[in-house]
């Protein structure tokens, strides 16, 4: 993916916005934009049970990553 999501290196020192809000019980959705450049992100958290879905999304590529996450017992 050529153009996946971004390091902070690449956006270090740019403006940076940022915007988050439930869409329903289960899921939160953060928008990251950088501003002054093509970067525009979207990161969508859903809790169910005890697990976690990431879906990180670049908004002008359209190349997307999925993280699935489960809670640990210790």
Known sequence: LDHALRTEVETAG???????SWTDEQTFLIEYDTITNRYGYQLQLRFVANEMTLVASDRIYGTSVTILGKLQNR
């Open 14 to 20: 740019q403006s940076v916005g940022m915007r988050g």
